[in-house]
């Protein structure tokens, strides 16, 4: 809370969030006239169509107590005490998308494996509508197994991470195919589709060019070839992410550098904006002719874990460009729902509620150009 609090003595301001966010955010008019402030978009999230295309991964938490060091090695021998599986990767910004209250339509493949059973059974408990993923026999499910060990009464930390599944896998013509026929012959076409790339092939460039029709907001979140998908309505890749993408580096006191990299971003995506999450230093806002908005991180200084922090960014984001919002009222509830998440534990999800909740409490800080 210290960051908010020092933004707000700056400026100055009782406002509280809503009105600041007027101010700043802009507001478009629904489709009755009436004017959408942050708050009634969140309150129009529910039941919005949002289509996910991308790769499904499985993140699993393996909990073990600190037992004692080992004498066959210097490693710690832990007792074991649960383990756990959630949707991660495309799976999870489907699983933050449903948090919020939208109807999901997820896209992509998992194996004929008990990963990818699991992720099938994961999507079926949260209503998460599943039709859409095919099921490839020549593809391995990706699990990212994180080990964490603590005290019986301490907060457990992770030590080492497993991942199983190949980068890069192929993806077969025929289940392309058949992902693209599924989300042509949709009878209740998304509103918006996010596109989370991780590397596994399911969501290709070429693919997403297929796509017909065209939904109205596309947003992107690519790991490693985020300038290769052309013609998004907006991408929210990390800072490291664009830097590696340009081969060049920012220093985090250099606005003008960062203004530099989001401005090349979003011409390279040919978007109408981008957006730059930066971790505990918030995100920006590159929208065409306008100057950078930044937003300070928001929450402060409670941090339990940030896995999977990303994926609930694009999905508020994404839902409030499809509940009607404007790029900068989306970013700012993004910016909470991102702020909110790395509060908890896991790979976890934020709901409408919470948002609002956050909004009325503890309105963060207004953005700064
Ligand atoms: N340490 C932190 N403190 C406060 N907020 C954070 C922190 N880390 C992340 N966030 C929030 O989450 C957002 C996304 O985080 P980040 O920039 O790390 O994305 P990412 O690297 O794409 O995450 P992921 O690991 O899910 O891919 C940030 O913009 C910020 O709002
Ligand atoms: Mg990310």
Known sequence: MRARAAVRAKHGSRDSGAAAAAIHLGRRRSSRGEELSVASLVARFEGLPVGVLGDLVVDEFVHGEIARV??????????????????????????????????????????????????????????????????????????????????AHTSKQQIVRIDRGPMGQALPRAVGRAMLARLRTRVSKPRALLVADYGFGAAPPEILAAVRPQPAILTLDSRFRVLEFHGVTA????????????????????????????????????????????????????????????????????????????????????????????????????????GLVVMKRGTATVSGKEILRALDQGPPARPER
Not at 118 to 134: A, N, Q, S, Y
Not at 247 to 256: E, I, S, T, Y
Not at 308 to 328: K, M, Q, R
């Open 70 to 151: 080992s004498r066959e090695a210097p490693v710690l021998i832990l007792d074991f005490k649960s383990s756990t599986f959630t949707p991660g990767g495309g799976a999870n910004a489907a699983a933050n998308l449903r948090a919020l209250g939208a109807r999901v339509q997820v896209y992509g493949r998992v194996g004929r494996d008990e990963p990818g059973r699991r992720l099938l059974e994961l999507f079926e408990e949260k209503r998460i509508d599943r039709t859409g993923i095919v099921r490839d026999p020549s593809y391995q499910t990706p699990v990212k197994t994180r080990i964490l060990a603590g005290g």
């Open 235 to 338: 991408a929210t890749p990390n800072v490291a992410e664009v830097e590696h993408a340009f081969g060049v580096r920012v220093r985090d006191d250099d606005p003008a550098g960062l203004a530099r990299l989001g401005e090349r971003l979003r011409r390279a995506l040919g978007a109408p904006a981008a957006v730059i999450t930066r971790g505990s230093r918030g995100m920006s806002l590159f929208e065409k002719e306008r100057r950078p908005l930044h937003f300070a991180p928001f929450g402060g200084d409670e941090v339990a874990d940030v896995t999977g922090a990303g994926d609930t960014v694009i999905s508020a984001f994404t839902l409030a460009l499809a509940a009607g919002g404007t790029f900068p009222q989306a970013t700012y509830l993004a910016n909470i729902a991102g």
